[in-house]
């Protein structure tokens, strides 16, 4: 009885069990869509022989998952496009910490966590873009002048459901404090130039058009409709508004981290420290700033041409830990300030 | 005495395996719903101050924005390609289902697309007039009202189908009756047609409403609070599952209050055809300018609905497929299709299984289960997900330990992370369609019927393949596409439950469109649309054909005996 139970259940297992162990395996769970996430790991698979198996979905659903499955979760690799959800997750206990020398010389102390529980893989900025025909950069100064009434009924940007949103408002109460924070919260959704919709991209298109003079977007989606095919909508959009660094006098403009960690029931470790490993080197860094521009972590791999042309800039110093500490105080005081 | 009502039990096994059916397919939601108990914090108080009343209003308008909709162009079409001979009815017949097929987020980014600030149809107008912000009204697309719209567009073919096939089977001649009693054309249709159909409109509108109430890409994407962004929200944002749990509560206390005020507003009025057409169900022939008219409403639901969209993604289509066509789309296809018919058929036999049970013992438990099977539709994918993993791993949890005492190894997980956690999500979500589908083609076969079967020496098995087959044959048709088409769609649950390298079109779709590259999710999107035709032309093509062979087959019969009798 007990040999036929075993064997049902090793079929069992072997049918259907997400086949999570063997020697040469990395299962990577990534709210990096796979469209930015693939092709680096099919390059891994390539050059190692070691097999990856992804699964891609939003964030917050996919730390679920990780935290239901417990001991027995088939992941290896956490991957995720905001610091803030990395803090999550290690404050649920689900990564676990990895010392690697390579790992901490690619990535500068500042983007990684301290105790090596995640570690940043590319960079992404906040700043201010701007419809060159209708504002005079000299108008603009910080994300604090935002709330300003002489931007009323001039600026787009996202709904507050946003990760990114959220994050650039958790820095703002790491810098300015709570009630500064929600002042400035309700002054700028005062300043608003529609109810908040649509995606990043959308925020440049809306102020290129003139439905707003201001729009606040990650720099890489105006990267990549300068480099829309010539002649085409989004090329022509992008040309009309220019890149206009905040904060550069006192902290700097708002930067947060792709990155990923090694999560706490990886059963197999190793292969996802090589994996992490790999996603710094210059190869796969340069494939990131080339692809998706975005900023590398790395110090010495070049930016893409579109990204060199919005110019050096100075970012934020905040440990990005603070981005996920702050997050669910920053998603009540959006709620309060009335950002949809 | 314990030990005899166990027995007794046994005296029912169907219903025992109904309950039995309903706890696994109600487990996921009630899971979730029992998070209420988690400390909430003040969280809670957080969310009523600011944006709970918010999410009520939106919710409520959107749902009666929606049913509004689909109401006017579902009911219009359908007594129109029913009732009315115009040109081009044929084509419409079945061409109206097509919307069916293209997903909420996908007309809703593709409109939006065209019609926003910085669209093509507002920059040519300016251009043309010289306007610019300011001078002009223009709808905004991406709004409350947007979202209305657009969710009314791809949901009216529930209501169309369902009003169509009721209208079909409605008898020729108790509309002769109302026109003989003096009731003028539209008296008639308002009267008698209206009425009868009155439980299948429901039913299609019931399923439009909890699809929209458990939307999220579309009004997510049009900046809409609603309880479905909320829960996302208040869950992975403010990271407290009591409080987002609270609120899935408040979405099904709605969907409850909807659905009891029908049932109240219908009070005891029972629905019973005879089921007999000596003759074909009469048309009115319509003349040049009213068919004109008819034509009209029917191209336009169809065009807005369905092929300037596809132009659209087809023009986007053109530039990227290549691109998008690579290797892995062929594996990306058969993955959808297979999920999708296995998915169906799997529904549809559950349906059945339920509601021939319900209909043998309709006893309040059976009843109470039954309910609580089709409750999972208007649940949001992403709780029913988060539903489905907590007792999977659970289970899994639970077996790996006892596998690694009792036989030193570990089976890890073979329940949630495979197809099976998928499978059960889907049921969970899905099991409303195929149900309400099956029951309302049930209703049909009259306890009468089996009397009159059974006494005329048909033996029960005779009974099932020489009645009740013929006669159900259309609804598991309908039933089991409809699931499929679903299931082709379905997203947020999708997205999280699958296992490793697992794509389907919906989620290809829907990665690119996110990361705005509308261009490039054309292609998936295209394709998901291409494949629910051919269970959609299927679908009214059977539908077509019933019309005619039932009208044959079915032996003379004296006059009908009521339509619709409201007590």
């Given at each position: 009885m007990q040999r036929l139970v075993t064997v049902a259940l090793t079929l069992l297992t072997l049918v259907l069990g997400p086949i999570a162990r063997g020697d040469s395996v990395v299962n990577v769970y990534s709210a990096r869509k796979e469209a930015l996430i693939k092709p680096l790991l099919d390059k891994f698979s390539a050059q190692t022989g070691t097999e990856t198996r992804l699964v891609t979905a939003k964030a917050g659903p996919l730390l679920e998952r990780l935290r239901r499955e417990?001991?027995?979760?088939?992941?290896d690799l956490f991957i995720t496009v905001d610091a803030g959800r990395l803090h999550q997750a290690k404050a649920a206990g689900l990564l676990q910490p990895v010392e690697s020398a390579a790992l901490e010389a690619a990535v500068p102390v500042g983007y990684r966590d301290p105790q090596g529980v995640w570690f940043g893989l590319s960079l992404r900025a906040r700043p201010i873009m701007y419809a060159t025909d209708r504002v005079?950069?000299?108008?603009l100064s910080s994300y604090?002048?935002?709330?300003?009434?002489?931007w009323r009924g001039r600026i787009c940007i996202r709904s507050s459901s946003n990760i990114y949103n959220q994050s650039l408002v958790a820095s703002m109460i790491a810098a300015h404090g709570q009630d500064a924070t929600l002042e400035w919260m309700k002054g700028l959704v005062e300043n608003f130039a529609r109810n908040p919709a649509g995606g990043d991209r959308d925020q440049i298109r809306a102020a290129a058009a003139g439905e707003c003079d201001i729009a606040i977007a990650n720099t890489y989606y105006l990267a990549r409709m300068r480099n829309?095919?010539?002649?085409?909508a989004d090329h022509e959009a992008a040309k009309a508004v220019a890149v206009f660094w905040p904060n550069q006098d006192g902290r700097g403009a708002h930067v947060n981290v792709s990155g990923a960690g090694v999560t706490n029931a990886a059963p197999n470790r190793d292969n996802a420290i090589r994996l992490l490993e790999f996603l710094v080197t210059d190869e796969a860094q340069a494939w990131y700033a080339r692809v998706n521009n975005e900023y590398p972590v790395k110090q010495d791999v070049p930016w893409s041409s579109a990204v060199q042309e919005m110019g050096r800039f100075k970012a934020d110093g905040l440990t990005l830990a603070v981005l996920g500490s702050n997050n669910a105080q920053a998603v009540k005081l959006m709620d309060q300030a009335g950002w949809r | 005495m314990i030990l005899r009502r166990a027995l007794a039990l046994h005296a029912q096994p169907r219903a025992l395996g109904m309950l039995l059916i309903a706890a696994i397919l109600s487990l996921p939601v009630v899971v979730v719903l029992?998070?209420?108990?988690?400390?909430?914090?003040d969280v809670w108080r957080h969310l009523s101050a600011t944006v709970l009343p918010l999410y009520v209003r939106n919710s409520a308008l959107l749902m009666v924005g929606v049913a509004a909709g689909t109401l006017a162009l579902g009911v219009t079409t359908a007594w129109l390609t029913t009732m009315c001979t115009f040109p081009g009815r044929k084509l419409f017949e079945w061409a109206l289902l097509l919307p069916l097929a293209i997903p909420a987020y996908i007309i809703a980014y593709t409109y939006t697309g065209m019609?926003?600030?910085?669209?093509?149809a507002q920059t040519f107008l300016r251009h043309l007039f010289g306007w610019s912000r300011g001078d002009y009204w223009f709808p905004e697309i991406r709004s409350l009202g947007g979202a209305m719209v657009m969710l009314s567009l791809v949901l009216y073919p529930y209501v169309y189908l369902l009003a169509r096939s009721a209208f079909l089977e409605q008898s020729p001649y108790a509309i002769d009756v109302s026109r003989t009693l003096g009731c003028g054309t539209w008296s008639s249709f308002f009267r008698v047609s209206l009425p009868a159909a009155r439980p299948a409109i429901i039913a299609g509108l019931s399923l439009a409403l909890m699809e929209t109430l458990a939307d999220f890409g579309t009004v997510q994407y049009f900046g809409v609070p609603t309880f479905t962004t909320g829960i996302f929200r208040t869950w992975f944002g403010l990271g407290d599952s009591g409080a987002a749990a609270q609120l899935a509560v408040v979405l099904l206390a709605f969907i409850f209050f909807v659905f009891a005020a029908e049932r109240w507003s219908r009070k005891r009025a029972s629905f019973h055809h005879v089921g007999n057409r000596s003759r074909p169900l009469g048309t009115y022939v319509l003349s040049p300018g009213r068919a004109w008219v008819a034509f009209s409403a029917c191209a336009l639901t169809l065009a807005v609905g369905f092929v300037v969209p596809v132009i659209q993604l087809s023009i986007w289509a053109v530039q990227t497929a290549g691109e998008m066509m690579e290797a892995g789309f062929f594996e990306l296809l058969t993955h959808t299709l297979a999920l999708a018919a296995a998915t169906a058929v799997i529904s549809v036999l559950l349906a059945l299984y339920l509601a021939y049970g319900r209909r043998a013992h309709a006893t309040l438990p059976v009843r109470f289960a039954v309910r609580l099977a089709g409750m999972g539709y208007a649940v949001p994918g992403i709780v029913i997900a988060v539903g489905v993993m907590l007792p999977l791993a659970w289970l899994d949890d639970v077996l790996d330990a006892w596998t690694r005492s009792q036989f030193g190894f570990s089976t890890g997980l073979i329940l949630s992370g495979t197809l099976v956690a998928l499978m059960l999500a889907y049921q969970v979500r899905f099991l409303a369609v195929s149900l309400q589908t099956v029951e309302s083609g049930l209703a049909k076969i009259t306890p009468v019927i089996d009397e009159a079967g059974r006494s005329l020496g048909c033996r029960v098995s005779e009974l099932v393949r020489r009645v009740h087959v013929p006669m159900l044959r259309g609804s598991l048709l309908t039933a089991s596409l409809l699931v499929f088409v679903d299931v082709m769609k379905e997203l947020p649950a999708t997205l999280v439950l699958r296992p490793f390298d697992f794509n389907t079109l919906a989620v290809r779709a829907y990665e690119l469109a996110t990361d705005e590259r509308l261009e490039d999710a054309s292609t998936a999107a295209l394709s998901i649309v291409a494949a629910g035709l051919v269970p959609v032309i299927l679908l009214s093509l059977s539908i077509a054909r019933s019309r005619y062979r039932e009208t044959l087959e079915v032996p003379y019969a004296p006059l009908p005996q009521a339509v619709g009798q409201q007590t």
């Open positions: 417990g001991r027995n979760s088939p992941a005079n950069p000299d108008q604090l002048d935002l709330a300003d009434p002489k829309a095919e010539p002649g085409s | 029992s998070f209420v108990f988690h400390p909430a914090g019609l926003d600030f910085a669209g093509p």
